[in-house]
Nanobody, 121 residues
Framework: EVQLQASGGGLVQAGGSLRLSCAASGFTFDDLTIGWFRQAPGKEREGIACISGSSGSIYYVNSMEGRFTISRDNAENTVYLQMNNLKPEDTAAYYC??????????????WGKGTLVTVSS
């Protein structure tokens, strides 16, 4: 059974940084693409970035690259999302998800529970 556990959320002031972690289990880590998504209150879920398992190729959704950096540690079966210069509009529940395809869409096959990030002004 594929399991994804996001952690690292919390309360941070605007301009601050956080690093989220997504611990994965139940599958061969190299086999799946893992990505980060978020859903702000009252808004639709949106993609941030995804990283493939085999090649480590990275895809950033729209304008997410720059303040957000995705990476993976295959030895730890963990994918990270480094978030810098956080803004109040980054407040959201952040989710990690996985799929066999190299894609970064809302129809990812597997989803973990979210971790809440709150950015105060």
């Amino acid at each position: 059974e594929v399991q994804l556990q996001a952690s690292g959320g919390g309360l941070v002031q605007a301009g601050g940084s956080l690093r989220l972690s997504c611990a994965a289990s139940g599958f061969t880590f190299d086999d799946l693409t893992i990505g980060w998504f978020r859903q702000a209150p009252g808004k639709e879920r949106e993609g941030i970035a995804c990283i493939s398992g085999s090649s480590g190729s990275i895809y950033y959704v729209n304008s997410m690259e720059g303040r957000f950096t995705i990476s993976r540690d295959n030895a730890e079966n963990t994918v990270y999302l480094q978030m810098n210069n956080l803004k109040p509009e980054d407040t959201a529940a952040y989710y990690c998800a996985a799929d066999a395809l190299f894609q970064c869409r809302l129809n990812m096959a597997y989803w973990g529970k979210g971790t809440l990030v709150t950015v105060s002004s």
